[in-house]
């Protein structure tokens, strides 16, 4: 993986950290997909999202597909092995705290879509500077031991200064 999604995503930290404010308009939960139907899909993604921050790429390869790939935030296709290799424990270093909000999900069949906002905070040791957002858009199968993820692409939603 030669730029991480945790590079990718401090150096659009240092980028958008310009006095911050979403040009998004947050959605209210009401227009997303009934939180009962989204809940396991969501916990799977959070789950992915916790292996990450940890650097725990056992964790991260049972909730990735085996042919699993990703667009990262500057563009770039990553394949399963180069992610897993990259999130291995030895390679561990600070990361930003991130938060997963406002999940839309759409559910066909074993199939579904869920799209995310990621907030991305400096770690507690870090200066604090406002989060980083992000939207990320997951493709999710259904097999016989649950959901995992089979793609991800990640896009930084634009700010505005203020």
């Not at 989204?38 to 650097?55: C, T, W």
């Not at 935030?73 to 030895?90: I, K, M, Q, S, T």
């Amino acid at each position: 993986m030669s730029n991480s999604f945790l590079e990718a995503a401090l150096g659009l930290v240092a980028f958008f950290s310009a006095p911050l404010s979403p040009v998004a308009p947050v959605v209210p939960r009401e227009e997303f997909a009934s939180p009962a139907a989204d809940s396991p899909l969501v916990a799977v993604i959070e789950a992915a999202v916790r292996a990450e921050a940890g650097f725990d790429s056992q964790a991260l390869a049972k909730v990735l597909a085996d042919d699993y790939v990703e667009v990262s935030p500057v563009g770039e296709v990553d394949h399963r092995d180069a992610v897993l290799r990259f999130y291995d424990p030895a390679n561990r270093r600070p990361a930003p705290q991130v938060a997963v909000t406002e999940p839309l999900a759409r559910v066909d069949g074993s199939n579904a879509v869920v799209i995310v906002r990621l907030s991305f905070s400096a770690p507690e040791a870090a200066p604090q500077r406002p989060p980083m957002l992000m939207r990320a858009t997951y493709v999710l199968r259904q097999n016989a031991s649950g959901w995992r993820i089979a793609s991800a692409q990640y896009t930084p939603i634009r700010t505005a200064a203020k």
